[in-house]
């Protein structure tokens, strides 16, 4: 059985298929609304408040999911389950189309960086079968996944954010000038989840981490208070809804207790962004520093589902319902500053049990 902590279990049986190509009964099929999660891999809460947002509509919707190996908990919890490619793989998109046109899938919703840019790309041949991307123009993804742009476009259009430099031009000016002082934050241009993440306090560290992260930047090292906000963009491109929530703790690179903050100045300085940018629809993730002297320092935009967003959720701001609403053309009540204030999420680890998996076939 495949269980969670709320108790509800589903048999697995074949359930996670091993081919792109695996169909539902149509008479399942033409019944129930399609929903696909790509690189599911972990998202049980995501899943689950979709899951709960369609019985509280009374949709009858069939969830799917994909990953590369059986061994995801997340996957093992939907309706179907199916192995895919990487997504590096040429054929990884093929392989998407394929079960959208199989099973009629009417929304498709990524939930990592890494299939982005190329669904992003290919948004317009889902659109031919029928299935909304909920996924940003390839240009802002680009500008999102490309640190280097990112910066650009918080200079050009007057958002505060770090100062960033090449590793060689820090190297050669630090601290002459006043362009950086130390310590210094490094990361990857192309980086995500914290990959590669490195402070580095004078110039030796500067040089050593520097040459040992990929596609390094080096950028201001700021201090205050860590907000990540998520902002829902609804199908007409229009910025709804925006839910700052605050970093209390980080065990292993990963929050693992929030605390929703309803700060005016920056739900107000979120929305701005998003709306110059013009990412979405869906939800759009934003990483920021609220300083000492209240700035707000914009650091990351990742145009996605951030993995603190069950908070958001269970806060009020009913990001699936409003997007299910959409994809049946009912129109959903939103109020840009409706939900719950000082919620606090405490994270722990939970369950999902296999019997007898054939690990050869796994995908480990």
Not at 144 to 167: A, E, H, W
Not at 202 to 223: H, M, V
């Amino acid at each position: 059985m495949a269980k969670s902590r709320s108790g509800s279990a589903k048999p697995l049986g074949n359930r996670v298929g091993h081919s792109t190509n695996q169909k539902v009964r149509p008479s399942i099929r033409s019944r129930r609304l399609a929903v696909l999660f790509t690189c599911i891999g972990r998202r049980v809460s995501l899943l689950n408040s979709f899951q709960r947002a369609a019985r509280q509509l009374r949709i009858n919707a069939l969830f799917f999911g994909t990953d590369t190996s059986q061994l995801s908990s997340a996957l093992q919890l939907c309706d179907k389950g199916i192995r895919v490619r990487p997504t590096t793989h040429p054929g990884y998109i093929r392989d998407l189309l394929s079960i959208v046109k199989a099973n009629r899938v009417k929304l498709l919703v990524p939930t990592v960086d890494l299939d982005l840019r190329s669904l992003a790309l290919n948004r317009s041949k889902f659109a031919a079968l029928g299935c909304r991307v909920l996924v940003s123009a390839p240009d802002v993804v680009d500008i999102c996944q490309d640190n280097r742009k990112t910066y650009r476009f918080m200079l050009k259009n007057g958002f505060d954010t770090p100062r960033t430099v090449s590793i060689r031009t820090a190297s050669a000016k630090m601290p002459a000038g006043g362009q950086l002082s130390w310590p210094c934050f490094l990361k990857p241009w192309d980086g995500y989840a914290s990959r590669g993440n490195a402070v580095v306090k004078n110039r030796k560290e500067l040089l050593f981490f520097g040459s040992r992260i990929p596609n390094a930047i080096c950028q201001e090292y700021i201090t205050g208070a860590e907000h990540t906000c998520d902002v829902y963009v609804d199908f007409g491109m229009k910025v709804r809804c925006v839910v700052p929530r605050q970093r209390i703790e980080i065990r292993a690179g990963e929050v693992s207790k929030w605390q929703v903050v309803k700060n005016p100045h920056i739900m107000a300085e979120a929305a701005r962004l998003v709306e110059e940018l013009g990412a979405g629809p869906g939800v759009i993730t934003l990483q920021l520093f609220l300083t000492p002297d209240d700035k707000v320092k914009f650091i990351e935009i990742n145009p996605r589902f951030g993995g603190g967003v069950p908070l958001s959720i269970k806060a009020g701001a009913n990001f699936p319902k409003w997007i299910l609403q959409e994809l049946t053309g009912r129109k959903p009540t939103v109020r840009f500053d409706g939900f719950k204030d000082n919620l606090v999420m405490l994270r722990y680890d939970g369950e999902v049990w296999l019997e007898n998996p054939d690990m050869e076939r796994a995908g480990k």
